[in-house]
């Protein structure tokens, strides 16, 4: 049984979509591209008419950049494997140091990433 609360959110593989999409533009309804692949009709028509590309997007777009989120773990795991451990307070400081270098407008309190960030990062 599906867990309450959870929504059908990204349950459907992208090439799922993909298939379906190119299926509707080779002939086939919407309906039936939709249950052949088991992805949503109101998506797929959203992709086979253009209101939305075709990658799969949820949630609020990173506050961050993600390649700066990805060099940032490359550098604390480098640093861990050399012997010097980085605290979640130094982590979010160094991260405040960051966002104000790079003049980025964030939704952070005072520049300092908040907990949802930290258990994202």
């Known amino acids: ?4 609360g959870k929504g059908i959110y990204g349950q459907y593989d992208v090439e799922a979509l993909k298939n379906a999409v190119d299926a509707v533009k080779s002939g086939m309804s919407i309906r039936k591209a939709a249950i052949r692949y088991g992805v949503p009709k109101s998506s797929l028509n959203d992709r ?6 075709i990658a799969l997007e ?12 990805d060099r940032m773990v490359e550098v604390v795991l480098t640093l861990s494997e050399k012997g010097f451990g980085i605290t979640k307070r130094q982590m979010l400081a160094r991260v405040r140091t960051l966002v104000r270098q790079m003049d980025l ?3 952070f309190k005072n520049g300092i990433p908040g907990k949802d960030w930290w258990k994202g990062f």
């Open 58 to 69: 949820f949630g609020r777009k990173p506050t961050i950049p993600i390649e700066i989120e």
């Open 1 to 4: 049984m599906p867990h309450k």
């Open 48 to 53: 086979t008419t253009g209101k939305k590309p």
């Open 105 to 107: 407008k964030t939704p």
